[in-house]
């Protein structure tokens, strides 16, 4: 599987994840796989496990570059994009972050409202700014 399909199956989780909150990671990660046949690689299963590990500095990260935002009204794919590229800006050295930003603001063409995709970029130039990644 390659990385851009890696990516949006990790994304699949991740929504799923922040809409179910009655269940675990592992649960989740389980039935995917088994009953939806998700895809799953290495990359995906150390981006989903790995926003799960580092759940509180991500959202803290995202939170800090929010502009006037609510956190509260945040989409849930929004929620799960913002996640996931900013794992990768802080945890994946080896994925440069122009492509975190630009795969995560694709995504949010493909999942989201059609106009959420500068939410996200701005969002993310934010993060990959505040880690010193830009």
């Given at each position: 599987m390659n990385r851009k399909t890696a990516r949006e199956n990790a994304f699949i989780l991740l929504f799923e994840q922040a809409c179910k909150t009655d269940e675990t990671a592992e649960e989740i990660f389980e039935k995917a796989v088994s009953c939806r046949?998700?895809?799953c690689?290495?990359?995906?299963?150390?981006v989903f496990f790995g926003?799960?590990?580092n759940l509180t500095v991500i959202d803290d990260a995202i939170e800090k570059n929010l502009q006037g935002w609510n956190?509260?009204?945040i989409s849930f794919a929004s929620k799960a994009i913002l996640r996931l590229a900013?794992?990768?800006l802080m945890f994946m050295d080896d994925i440069p972050p122009k492509v975190s930003i630009n795969e995560g603001i694709e995504l949010s063409k493909k999942y989201d409202d059609e106009k959420t995709y500068t939410?996200?970029?701005g969002v993310l130039n934010g993060v990959a700014e505040y880690?010193?990644?830009?």
């Open positions: 046949e998700l895809e690689d290495e990359y995906v299963k150390r926003v799960r590990e956190k509260k009204r900013s794992y990768e939410f996200v970029n880690l010193g990644r830009k």
